[in-house]
Structures are given as structure tokens and as C-alpha cells.
């Protein structure tokens, strides 16, 4: 329940405090005195955009305070100790408007953000302006008003999540399928590179080793004829030095037999003709190994040509062998995209299952609480004297673009319907769009039935009227005034009205004038006792003269007020 709304520097009002009651809080006053002011400065504390040019000229900034009273079992109360909120059964909330356009808010003296300020303020008051007439008549709003009566939030947020799901699937499906298009000119190229690699199969170092193959095929003749001339001066040509060895050998024996010291000098000596006769032997078996080989030089230096250009592209011959992995790890993926289609159309197909399904059951729900709403609806009109009026409430397949397809229906987030009211407001007639037929106060009593309807559904404390009973009188603005004494039996109500039989129904009677002091202009607000509320009521019936028989007028309204 809202208890004070505290005002600073707002529009025209300077400094304003307002203390409000239970039960059915009535709110009079002259056009334009700024009795929407307070109506717009509720609006701030729940979390509604900050207009700059709202702060009254002059001032640095805009204040508005709220203090609300709480039950224990408030389900705010859980989201405010979820946010970190101390909250006692009072919560003040607690708004700055900068002249700049910069705002702040608090919780119970924490700093929260706007969008923070907004969903943790949801449920303290419900506000039912002439602007939200507009809104009653724009199909676009039904279907939230009907899923509010039916209680059907939960379903509808299943679906939701189901139809994000399915969507997720559909996008993800689509990129993979976009991304193997692309790929596709690449998969051929890849496929190429890795053909080329893998029929030359580089390995590291094979380029010095080709190149040292090629010098010896090129100069085969002259290699062989070195090698022999070489083998035959160490070993098998006359005067060859093994030979000359063998006479150095013969020599030191000699002479070891006559002088023993020089018999140490044979071992090297035997040593080296060793190692001479095995590199002699050696070499005659290169020079047999040594030939032309025309063919084979060909290829050599074409496997040579080849490889160079691959180190270009790549290099070198080790980054080529490098390629011919990632290439191999690329192709593979590629090779994977089909299987993650099939994965993705599965995933697709159970979406899709799940989405419909929760979908149909949201609509079996809508149909079946459509005609108990339109029902009610017709019902509380009867009351508020459009007896012969007839509300019905269409359940229609959804229509329009962005939306899925399941089984040829189209589905969106909030499911496969569109929901619109349907009025006829006498008898014989078809109901058609509720905004093609309805007058003004036609709207005006559609909304207070609609608000009837849903007032005990959820768990507000405070609805606010904000001129709802535009374009109605006499007989009417008194039943108006009754269902909103009603309402007000089960929650605090805050109606702002221009007519008399409404504002008699008050417990609470609060009143709005302005006046100009010191050349400004300062809007006040006063609570009326009973024979303040007499007058007010005869001004309001009588206009700006107010006479005995407009104030027995008013005595009356109040005395049939209080008799209901």
C-alpha cells in the first residue's frame, strides 16, 4: 500500500508531500492544477523514462519519494532480499531527475538502475490512465490481458524458451549450410594442395641430397676417371703407394735387424697401408658405382624443380610438410559439416516437436479461458449500464512475418495466437474490434471491467485511475464510482476524477490547486475534511458558484455513497 509520495521541484510543483490512505483514495481538482503530476511522479518511482524538462525551471533537480507498506508474504519482499534489499514491511523508493537529464534511484537507501528499479517495482501499483484506453484498443495488448486471466505466464514463458530454442536451431542449421556454400571453393582447393603434397611427399633436407645426386650424375665420366686414377695410385697401378709401402716395410725390418729400435717404426707404418689398401678398396668399388644414368638425372632434377617451387609457396620444405597436416585437419572438418547437418535437422525436428506442443496446449488454455473472460467481461459491463453489450474474446492463428513454421502454423515467442476483443453493444449486431466501435467512455468502462476482472489475480497493492471515467455520467458515474469502492475493499485505489458521484464513493478525499505566488506558479495538495468535501463536491456539481442546493446535492451523494 502506498502510504506518502513525497515531491521536489516537479513541473509545477515545488515542495509537496501527500499522505493517502486504504481503501478508495479520490483525487478533484481544476484542470490543469497538476493533479496528473502525481500520477507521472508514481510513474518515476516505478521505474517509467526521466524527462529532463520536468524539472521545475530553476532547479538543480527533480525528487521523488514513495514509502509503501508491505505484508510479510508480499512476494516483493523475497525479490528485494534476492537484490540484497533490507525491507521491514516498508520499502521507500526513492527517485532523482538531474536538470541535465541524468537520474538516479535507490531501493530502501540502495543505489539500483533504472532497468533494476523497474522489475523490482513491478507489482506495487498498477496505473489505468486515458492513455491506456488507447492501449485497450489495441489488439496488440489483448493477448497479455487474456494470459494475465488465465494465468498463463508460466505456459507462455515454456514457450518462449521452446520457440528461442527452435529458433536457435533454424540460425544455427542456416550458418553451417551458408559456411559449407562458402567452403566449397575452398574444399577444391584444399583438395588440390593436398593431392600435389602428398604425390611429392617432401621431406626435410631432400633438396641438398637431390642436388648432390645431380653433380654426381652430371659429371659421371669424370668422376669415374678421378676415382680410378686415385684407386690405382694407391693400390693396384705400378709404383702405386701401397706398393712404396710395402718397400718402406721391407726397409725397417732391415733395419730393426740390425738396430732393434727401429722396429717400433713398422707397427705405424703397417697401419697406414692398411688404411690405404681398405680406402683403395673402397674406391674401386665406388668407380664401379659410378655410371651415366641419363633417365635418372631427368628425374632428379625434376623432382628438384618441383620441390623448390613448393619451398616458394610455402617456405620451405618443412613448412610444406607442415601444410599437408593442416590441410588433412581443414578437409576433415570440412568432411564433418554433413554430419553436423544431420545432427542439426534432428535437433531441429525435436525443437520443433516440443515447440508445437507446448504451443497447441497454450492455445487448448487461451480458447478455453477466452469465453470465461469475455464472459466477465460482458458481465461487469451489464453493471456499469451497457447491459446490452456483448464481449467476446477471438482466438485467431497468428499471422504476419518473422514467425516460425510448425505444421504450417505460424508460431513466435508468445505462441501460435493472436487474440483480439470483440464488442457488440446492442443486441443483434456482430461483435467486431473493440477500437472500431467503442466510443470513449465505452473504453473507459471496458477498462474499469477489465480491471475488475483481473483485480484479484495478481498481487498489486495499489490500482490508480487516472481519469477512467472520461465520457460517462449521471446514473453511470455513480456505478462507477461503487466498483471502484468495490475494488478498493481488496486494495488500495487512487482515482483521479472530474465527477462528483466518483469522487463521493472516496474514503480518502484529496484535493489539487494551484496558485501563483512571487510570480511562480506552485501546484498544492490538501486532504478535505467531510465539510470540505461537501464543498468541493457542490463546486463540482454546481461549477464556480457553489449553492445550497449544490451542496445538499453533495451531502446526498455522500450519504448514498456511504449507504452502498
Not at 486504504?22 to 518511482?45: F, R
Not at 472516496?506 to 486532504?527: A, C, E, F, N, Y
Request: charged share 30%; hydrophobic share 45%; with cysteine.
Amino acid at each position: 500500500m502506498l502510504e506518502l509520495l513525497r515531491i521536489r521541484n516537479l513541473a509545477i510543483i515545488d515542495e509537496l508531500e501527500v499522505e493517502f490512505g486504504p481503501g478508495l483514495n479520490v483525487v478533484t481538482g481544476e484542470t490543469g492544477a497538476g493533479k496528473s503530476i502525481l500520477v507521472g511522479a508514481l510513474q518515476l518511482v516505478l521505474g517509467a523514462r526521466a524527462r529532463a524538462d520536468a524539472v521545475r525551471t530553476g532547479a538543480e533537480r527533480a525528487e521523488v519519494e514513495a514509502l509503501f507498506r508491505l505484508d510479510a508474504d508480499d512476494p516483493l519482499v523475497g525479490r528485494l532480499a534476492e537484490a540484497g534489499i533490507d525491507c521491514d514491511g516498508e520499502l521507500v523508493v526513492r527517485r532523482v531527475v538531474e536538470a541535465g537529464g541524468r537520474t538516479r534511484a535507490t531501493l530502501n537507501g540502495r543505489m539500483v538502475t533504472v532497468a533494476q528499479l523497474e522489475g523490482l517495482a513491478r507489482g506495487l501499483v498498477d496505473i489505468s490512465s486515458q492513455h491506456e484506453h488507447q492501449r485497450l484498443a489495441d489488439a496488440a495488448t489483448h493477448l497479455g490481458y487474456l494470459d494475465a486471466f488465465a494465468g498463463l505466464d508460466g505456459l507462455r514463458a515454456q514457450v518462449g524458451e521452446a520457440v528461442a530454442a527452435l529458433s536457435a536451431c533454424v540460425a544455427e542449421a542456416a550458418a553451417v549450410r551458408a559456411a559449407a556454400a562458402a567452403a566449397l571453393e575452398r574444399e577444391e582447393l584444399l583438395r588440390f594442395q593436398l593431392a600435389e603434397l602428398e604425390r611429392l611427399d617432401p621431406r626435410p633436407d631432400e633438396d641438398a641430397a637431390l642436388q648432390a645426386e645431380i653433380g654426381r650424375l652430371r659429371h659421371a665420366d669424370a668422376l669415374r676417371a678421378h676415382v680410378h686414377r686415385a684407386e690405382e695410385l694407391l693400390y693396384s697401378g705400378d709404383g702405386s703407394v701401397t706398393e712404396l709401402l710395402a718397400r718402406v716395410t721391407a726397409e725397417l725390418e732391415a733395419a730393426a735387424r740390425i738396430d732393434g729400435g727401429f722396429e717400433a717404426m713398422l707397427g705405424p707404418v703397417a697401419a697406414a697401408r692398411a688404411e690405404l689398401e681398405d680406402a683403395a678398396r673402397a674406391l674401386g668399388r665406388g668407380v664401379r658405382g659410378v655410371r651415366a644414368d641419363p633417365e635418372r638425372l631427368a628425374e632428379a632434377e625434376e623432382r628438384l624443380h618441383q620441390l623448390r617451387r613448393l619451398a616458394r609457396r610455402y617456405g620451405t620444405l618443412e613448412a610444406a610438410a607442415a601444410q599437408r597436416d593442416t590441410v588433412r585437419a581443414e578437409l576433415a572438418a570440412l568432411d564433418g559439416t554433413d554430419a553436423r547437418l544431420e545432427a542439426l535437422e534432428a535437433a531441429h525436428r525435436t525443437a520443433r516437436a516440443q515447440a508445437g506442443d507446448i504451443a497447441r496446449t497454450l492455445r487448448a488454455a487461451r480458447q478455453e479461458h477466452a469465453r470465461r473472460l469475455g464472459g466477465a467481461i460482458s458481465a461487469e459491463l451489464a453493471s456499469l449500464g451497457m447491459g446490452e453489450a456483448r464481449v467476446e474474446v477471438a482466438v485467431a492463428p497468428l499471422d504476419g512475418d518473422g514467425a516460425l513454421s510448425v505444421d504450417g502454423a505460424r508460431l513466435g515467442p508468445t505462441g501460435m495466437d493472436r487474440v483480439e476483443f470483440l464488442i457488440a453493444t446492442n443486441p443483434g449486431e456482430d461483435p467486431r474490434p473493440l477500437r472500431r466501435v467503442a466510443s470513449g467512455g465505452e473504453l473507459s468502462r471496458a477498462l474499469l471491467a477489465l480491471k475488475r476482472v483481473l483485480a484479484g489475480l495478481g498481487p498489486v497493492g495499489t490500482y490508480v485511475f487516472d481519469e477512467v471515467d472520461t465520457g460517462v455520467g449521471g446514473a453511470v458515474a455513480a456505478t462507477i464510482g461503487g466498483k471502484l469502492a468495490e475494488v478498493a475493499a481488496h486494495h488500495q485505489v487512487l482515482c483521479i476524477t472530474h465527477l462528483p458521484q466518483v469522487a463521493a464513493c472516496g474514503d480518502v478525499h484529496l484535493h489539487v490547486r494551484k496558485d501563483v505566488r512571487d510570480g511562480r506558479t506552485r501546484s498544492q495538495v490538501h486532504r478535505l475534511d467531510a465539510e470540505m468535501r461537501v464543498e468541493e463536491l457542490a463546486r463540482m456539481l454546481g461549477g464556480a458558484e457553489v449553492t445550497r442546493a449544490a451542496r445538499d446535492a453533495a451531502r446526498e451523494l455522500m450519504a448514498g455513497a456511504r449507504g452502498r
